[in-house]
């Protein structure tokens, strides 16, 4: 795609290109300001979201190095475990995914819900699902991980690990693709973006999307809306990821350019409320008004706070004067079901 980089072999999951329109109604009630949808909640049924578009990349790596085992890790209700389960049983590989499990996602004695949500589907999908406290979770992943490595290989299998939400230098290229998909969209509908939004939680969508932006030549800006953590986090982050990435799939046909310190960054940790899947009153009313007025639904992890975000960033902040804005939606309804009673509906009596 990029002629001074190669660009790894992947396998066709994804339904790609994903679509791309104007939110007519969002666009009328702003000033000035037209909001394009990019749909990458279409990617799949099962398998939607953004995270299809990097594990194309990862699992064809993990068939060309004889894996026959999938290891990876992320909360109970994450969007990545899902569809890399439902990819799995696709693929005909064995998923075994390392969850974080706090006390809402329990029963009365400790035990593990997995009937609800992104966690009933990787269960249906048949993942094979080991569960840890938050802090035992953050201080031993790495020797959870290569613990279950071992684990496969002394039975004769072998394992392929794909860290939390699938970003690494291999993920990247999910999201560069779906920079050139988007300014291509962009052009056949004859206009020029001022801005990219997406929510971040691991990195990977926006440093795909910032990076992929850089080499293709436009100088749009990648919002990245934090989900948790903080923009020393997700900066820092990104930039060993684009290191890592030019270490791999540059070509150095010509003396290149240090990549990490030049693909610009914008992150903004203002919208992430309580912390991680944790929401917040505004956020929900965000969520419940592009429903009603797109029929577009969000969800309360990701692309709620971020669209929320956007939408007060274009009231009165950094993207105020934005003319065309992209906001990439990545997907996540499955993540909607378990916190529907934040949306305090009321039972209804029945008529007749
Ligand atoms: C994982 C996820 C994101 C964040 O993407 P990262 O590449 O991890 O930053 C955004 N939206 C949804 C629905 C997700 O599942």
């Given at each position: 795609?990029?002629?001074?980089?190669?660009?790894?072999?992947?396998?066709?999951?994804?339904?790609?290109?994903?679509?791309?329109?104007?939110?007519?109604?969002?666009?009328?009630?702003l000033q000035n300001c037209n909001v394009?949808?990019?749909?990458?909640?279409?990617?799949?049924?099962?398998?939607?979201?953004?995270?299809?578009?990097?594990?194309?990349?990862?699992?064809?790596?993990?068939?060309?190095?004889?894996?026959?085992?999938?290891?990876?890790?992320?909360?109970?209700?994450?969007?990545?475990?899902?569809?890399?389960?439902?990819?799995?049983?696709?693929?005909?590989?064995?998923?075994?995914?390392?969850?974080r499990v706090d006390q809402g996602g329990r029963t009365e004695d400790g035990k593990v819900k997995l009937d609800e949500g992104n966690a009933l589907l990787s269960h249906l999908c048949g993942a094979e699902i080991s569960a840890y406290s938050p802090s035992y979770y953050q201080n031993n992943l790495n020797e959870i991980f290569l613990s279950y490595s071992q684990h496969y290989e002394n039975k004769g299998g072998k394992a392929y690990c794909i860290p939390t939400g699938g970003s690494n230098a291999l993920g990247l290229w999910g999201y560069i693709e779906c920079a050139v998909e988007i300014l291509n969209q962009c052009r056949d509908n004859e206009i020029e973006p001022d801005a990219i939004v997406c929510a971040s939680g691991s990195g990977g969508t926006q440093g795909g999307l910032s990076l992929g932006c850089y080499l293709a030549g436009s100088s749009v800006p990648v919002h990245g809306m934090a989900v948790c953590d903080s923009v020393d986090y997700f900066e820092s982050k990104i930039r060993a990821d684009v290191h890592e990435w030019q270490t791999c799939f540059d070509n150095k046909v010509k003396p290149s350019i240090d990549l990490k310190n030049s693909v610009p960054l914008f992150t903004n940790d203002k919208y992430i409320g309580p912390g991680y899947a944790k929401g917040y009153a505004d956020m929900y009313a965000t969520v419940a008004w592009l429903a009603r007025n797109e029929g577009v639904i969000l969800d309360p992890v990701y692309t709620g706070k971020a669209f929320h975000g956007m939408m007060e960033e274009i009231k009165t902040g950094s993207l105020s004067n934005c003319k065309n804005i992209v906001f990439v939606h990545t997907g996540g309804i499955f993540g909607l079901f378990p916190k529907a009673q934040h949306f305090n509906i009321e039972p209804i009596s029945s008529e007749y």
């Open positions: 795609m990029f002629s001074n980089f190669s660009t790894p072999e992947k396998l066709s999951l994804a339904n790609t290109p994903t679509p791309f329109h104007r939110l007519v109604n969002t666009s009328n009630s394009w949808l990019k749909r990458d909640d279409f990617t799949g049924g099962v398998t939607s979201g953004n995270k299809i578009r990097k594990l194309e990349f990862l699992l064809q790596d993990a068939l060309l190095n004889s894996c026959d085992t999938i290891i990876t890790s992320g909360g109970l209700q994450s969007n990545h475990c899902r569809a890399t389960a439902a990819l799995c049983a696709q693929l005909g590989l064995n998923c075994h995914l390392i969850l």
